[in-house]
């Protein structure tokens, strides 16, 4: 940060303030503090008749993988309406009868994921500006190995797994990187 967004001074501090226990950007000029939390990240596994929706990103990052559709919640929106929003946005695509599904905390790059489970209306889908294709898919067709984010792939593994046993419940964990770039993934 170099410019306060409050007075415009460029005298930025990245300091501790009083009363508080971590580093933020204050403006020595205003005191104005700058809190950075984390990004939500809302998305649907929609189901249709036994398959759900995959999205192929065409936006970066993991270009060509294959996702649920999810992205970023905006400011004034519920996380329902987010991901309603997110699963026609990339996959041009309405739900309905949403329950909260999952939730992961990605400390590592400040990132909270909510997955919801839904019923795709209709049956229908079409890419969205975000995505390449979009295919309902069974679990045999899944590509594991081509999937954007370990977020989806443990979404999917607890849905599947849920779906044989026929009883679905919330599922919340935590998934981290490690110093040697492999995740470690923590389920409550």
């Known amino acids: 940060m170099k410019f306060c967004s409050s007075c415009g001074s460029a005298d930025i501090t990245h300091s501790i303030p009083k009363d508080d226990n971590r580093l933020r950007f204050v403006c020595a000029s205003c005191e104005e503090i700058f809190y950075h ?23 970066e990052p993991r270009h060509g993988k294959w996702t649920l559709p999810a992205g970023f919640m905006e400011n004034e929106e ?10 026609q946005e990339e996959a041009q695509a309405e739900v309905a009868n949403m329950s909260l ?7 590592h790059i400040s990132q909270v994921y909510i997955m919801f489970r839904a019923d795709l209306v209709a049956g229908k889908a079409s890419p ?9 898919m069974d679990e045999a067709e899944i590509p594991w190995d081509d999937l954007a984010f370990p977020v989806i792939r443990e979404s ?10 026929g009883e679905f419940t919330m599922h919340y964990g935590d998934i981290r ?5 492999e995740l470690e993934i923590k389920h409550y």
Not at 78 to 87: C, L, M, P
Not at 101 to 107: A, C, E, Q, S, V
Not at 156 to 165: A, K, S, T
Request: aromatic share 8%; proline share 3%; hydrophobic share 40%.
């Open 177 to 181: 990187r490690l110093e040697n770039t």
């Open 37 to 59: 939390n984390p990004k939500m990240v809302v998305g649907c596994i929609a189901e249709w008749q036994g398959k759900i929706l995959m999205c192929k990103r065409a936006i």
């Open 156 to 165: 999917l593994l607890h849905y599947f797994e849920d779906r044989r046993h």
């Open 128 to 136: 969205g500006i975000e995505s390449l294709e979009v295919a309902l």
């Open 78 to 87: 519920t996380v329902h309406a987010a991901a309603a929003r997110e699963t």
């Open 101 to 107: 599904y999952t939730i992961y905390n990605l400390p």
